[in-house]
Structures are given as C-alpha cells and as structure tokens.
C-alpha cells in the first residue's frame, strides 16, 4: 500500500479540525439512520469537504507566490534605500485613476502601500470598481514618505467638509517627508489648510479655487514647492508618479519603471489641456460643469472662513 503524503496528511489533519459537518438533516436526507447509504454519504461529504479546503488554501499559497514572483520580475532591478511607507486617501466618489496610476508606480517601487479610509468600508468610485481600505486612521503609521490624495470632484468636496478626513490629513503631514496629491485631491489638502502659502495645481475646471484656501494657483501639469508635489487633472498622476519616484530611488530608478509601464504618451488628439481649446470649447464645458463647480466653491469659501483666510 503506498504510504500517504505526510504534508497531505498533515494538512487534511488541519483542515479536518475547522470543518463543520453539514447538519443531521442534509446529511441523511432520504437515507434511514445507521445504512450504507447515509454512512456512505457522511463520508463522501467529508472527503469533498476537506479536499475543496486543501485545494482551495494551496491556490491562496500559489496566487500569493505568483504575485510575489510578478512583483520581483516587474521591479527587475534592485531599488536600494530604506522602506518606503507611502499612506494613500480612499474616499467615496474619488476617481480610481487618479490612485491606481500612481499607485502602480509606487507599487514597482516596493513601496509599502497604506490605502486609509475612515473605515474599512469599500469606497466606491467614478467607474464602478470598490476600492477596499487596508487601513483606517487608527491603523495608519504615523511617520511617512509621502501621504497622498487623489481626487474626484464630488468626493473631494465632501472630504473638504469631513473633520475627520481633515483632521488625518493635519495629523499625518508633520510626519511626512512629501505632502502630496493628484487632481481635485489638492482642495482637500487645501482645505486642510496643507498648502497655504505653497504653490500648487488641481483640474483646470477648479484650480482656480486653490487661492482661496491659501495656495498659489499653477497651471502646470506638476508643481512642485518644497516637499508639496501636486500633478494636475487625472492622467497627471502618472507624471507626478515618476517626478516622485525619482526623488525617492533616484532617476535611474524612475527611468526604469517607465519603461516597464511604457509610459510614452502619444495623445491622438491634441485637446487634453485648456492650453490647447478655443475659448468657446472652453466656455462650452465649463457649462456642462456649473452646479459642480458652484459646489465647489461653497466649499473652499467654507474652509477659507475656518482657516480664517
């Protein structure tokens, strides 16, 4: 008789002492106690039972495994330095790209990864897809390389009224080496009172607001003042990415994660930035955006007045 695997056995030991045996009546369903046939049956719902759990933690290893190997494979090159603890804003209603196109960057990077919402509730966002917190504030560390906001228009504004969003933001940045965010994500660093007297940068279609929190408006697509690094309307985040990734591994380091995510934008149409609209293209979207915009505004006026600017 060939001798048992002894890790198999092991394991179905393991398994074995988590099961829960299905109750008495769908065990013995039309079966009378003690015959063949309901012995037969216990057994074979067991032997399901454990061999679904044995299969089913040996995939949770190899997915695990595979994601490790996926990671060392697209870093291929060894970023060195100390750890690097990244805490990156999740919030209703924020816009997935303005996180994830960052994040991929940071995640090459080897950066430990900190997605903080006030609970941990699944956020919702602009396409549908949750995004699920790993921390809360609580859990959150305390000293940081980067804290980070994305944005997304009608989750920023409720961010930018939420005390408790605020008051992670002013507890985290005196212990962050860079304050940072992504699109509309600079409001609620604004409202924070995070960038009074920096220059900064925000989607076009509110950017204007930033000098009514303190900030100095820019139209650049990434703005950097002192250790505040802003990147403009969504696609953005992948220049500020990079910019970022840079002063954090150096520019080898940034070149390198480029290339691996090939980032080299060729737009089919020249029409992504005001810059290159007419006016009447301009006054035409602003249109579609004024309940928006006016939102907006009543909530930078807001945190102007507790700012006392």
Not at 181 to 197: K, M, P, Q, R
Request: charged share 15%; with cysteine; hydrophobic share 40%.
């Amino acid at each position: 008789m060939m001798k048992p695997d002894s890790t198999l056995e092991s394991g179905s030991c393991a398994v074995f002492a988590q099961i829960k045996l299905p109750c008495k009546e769908t065990a013995m369903t039309n079966f009378p106690p003690g015959s063949s046939s309901s012995i037969g049956l216990k057994r074979r719902t067991l032997a399901t039972l454990i061999l679904t759990s044995i299969v089913s933690e040996s995939a949770k290893a190899a997915s695990s495994s595979s994601e490790k190997e996926h990671l060392k494979h697209m870093q291929g090159m060894h970023f060195s330095g100390p750890p690097i603890k990244i805490a990156m804003l999740v919030y209703p209603n924020m816009v997935l790209q303005d996180l994830v196109g960052p994040q991929t960057i940071f995640k090459i990077l080897g950066a430990e990864i900190h997605l903080v919402g006030m609970t941990m509730k699944p956020v919702s966002t602009d396409v549908g897809i949750p995004v699920p917190p790993t921390d809360t504030p609580e859990t959150c560390p305390q000293e940081l390389d980067v804290l980070f906001v994305p944005g997304g228009l009608m989750g920023t504004i409720a961010c930018m009224n939420d005390p408790s969003v605020l008051a992670f933001l002013t507890s985290r940045a005196p212990h962050s080496r860079f304050i940072t965010s992504v699109c509309t994500g600079s409001l609620i660093l604004a409202a924070a009172g995070l960038l009074e007297g920096y220059k900064a940068t925000s989607h076009w279609g509110v950017v204007n607001l930033l000098p009514l929190m303190g900030a100095i408006e820019s139209h650049e697509r990434v703005v950097q003042d002192r250790n505040r690094i802003t990147g403009a309307g969504v696609t953005a985040g992948l220049d500020f990415g990079l910019i970022l990734a840079a002063q954090l591994r150096g520019q080898t380091a940034a070149e390198h994660i480029q290339l691996i995510i090939q980032y080299a934008p060729q737009p089919p149409f020249h029409h992504g930035d005001p810059s290159e609209v007419s006016n009447t293209q301009m006054a035409l979207e602003r249109s579609h955006r004024t309940w928006m915009d006016e939102k907006a505004l009543q909530a930078a006026q807001t945190a102007a007045k507790r700012l006392k600017l």
